[in-house]
């Protein structure tokens, strides 16, 4: 069905172009970026920062499809825009308006938390825009999960130092998904040589180890998630290997946010980050992630 600009998309057509499956991966980083600033989750920030970041998601997800439109008709003919289900003007209109109305929650909670909202949203923007064949990519989409984390500080401690290097590690695995989901194929062990940089979080959330046997378990899961992922583009073993350790890995941002709650001791909220990672993959199930 052929729709209007300005016609409010369907529900299905929303859901889709939000990709809001991986919502709780966005979820879990507030929580640690929350709890590494300030140790805490009792505030009212926090619910605000849900949302804001939320906004900033499903808006980025729907700048994406308006911007790789033109590729998607020849490459992904099945898309909402390409398939017309819903106008790329409307897509447009929707996607600015929520990143505009998540940098104004944010700076409900702060000045360092509005300008880091404006930087997400720059950033996001940056990469829908100019992603295909840049070879930074990766890196700026790294970012903008990275500033998730220093959002969520700076709305929680008004500082976003004490979350930088964990920010940093985030961006580097959120980086080797990036790089994955670009892999068509792999014809040679050589080509997986950048997922690398999913080893990073794991080295900074190593000290959870010695935290007890919870927060061990935790970060053997997000081991064995990468593991298991890496395996599945290494190998291919399975018909649509590529997609699957893709989502594999999104759903495994939880398990990022887990492991370096756990790393520091915070137990409780590491078991809470754990749980995005069910969720992320029961919800790709039904509304597709990549």
């Given at each position: 069905m052929h729709v209007t600009s300005g016609e409010a998309p369907a529900l299905a057509t929303a859901l889709r172009l939000g990709r809001v499956s991986n919502l709780p991966t966005v979820w879990t980083n507030v929580l640690a970026g929350t709890v590494l600033a300030s140790g805490t989750v009792q505030s009212w920030r926090i619910g605000i920062v849900l949302l804001a970041m939320s906004l900033f998601y499903v808006g980025g997800m729907y700048l994406n499809d308006y911007f790789d439109r033109a590729i998607d008709a020849a490459e992904r003919p099945e898309r909402p825009i390409p398939a017309g289900d819903i106008s790329a003007a409307t897509v447009a209109l929707f996607g600015f308006a929520m990143l505009g109305a998540a940098i104004l929650l944010m700076a409900a909670t702060g000045i360092a938390a509005a300008l880091t909202g404006v930087l997400l949203a720059l950033s996001i923007v940056l990469y829908d825009a100019f992603h295909k064949?840049?070879?930074?990519?990766?890196?700026?989409?790294?970012?903008?999960?990275?500033?998730?984390?220093?959002?969520?500080?700076?709305?929680?401690?008004?500082?976003?130092?004490?979350?930088?290097?964990?920010?940093?590690?985030?961006?580097?695995?959120?980086?080797?998904?990036?790089?994955?989901?670009?892999?068509?194929?792999?014809?040679?062990?050589?080509?997986?040589?950048?997922?690398?940089?999913?080893?990073?979080?794991?080295?900074?959330?190593?000290?959870?180890?010695?935290?007890?046997?919870?927060?061990?378990?935790?970060?053997?899961?997000?081991?064995?998630?990468?593991?298991?992922?890496?395996?599945?583009?290494?190998?291919?073993?399975?018909?649509?290997?590529?997609?699957?350790?893709?989502?594999?890995?999104?759903?495994?941002?939880?398990?990022?946010?887990?492991?370096?709650?756990?790393?520091?001791?915070?137990?409780?909220?590491?078991?809470?980050?754990?749980?995005?990672?069910?969720?992320?993959?029961?919800?790709?199930?039904?509304?597709?992630?990549?």
């Open positions: 064949g840049n070879p930074g990519g990766p890196v700026i989409m790294g970012l903008c999960r990275a500033l998730v984390y220093c959002g969520a500080a700076a709305a929680a401690a008004a500082s976003v130092w004490s979350v930088t290097g964990t920010a940093l590690g985030l961006l580097a695995y959120v980086a080797g998904i990036t790089y994955a989901a670009r892999q068509e194929s792999y014809n040679r062990v050589g080509n997986l040589w950048p997922l690398a940089v999913l080893m990073v979080p794991m080295v900074l959330a190593s000290p959870a180890l010695v935290q007890g046997v919870v927060a061990a378990l935790v970060y053997v899961a997000l081991i064995g998630c990468a593991a298991y992922a890496i395996y599945l583009l290494a190998r291919r073993p399975i018909p649509g290997a590529v997609p699957r350790a893709v989502g594999l890995l999104i759903a495994g941002i939880s398990l990022v946010d887990a492991a370096l709650l756990a790393s520091t001791g915070a137990i409780a909220p590491a078991l809470v980050a754990s749980l995005g990672f069910p969720a992320t993959l029961f919800l790709q199930k039904h509304i597709a992630g990549t």
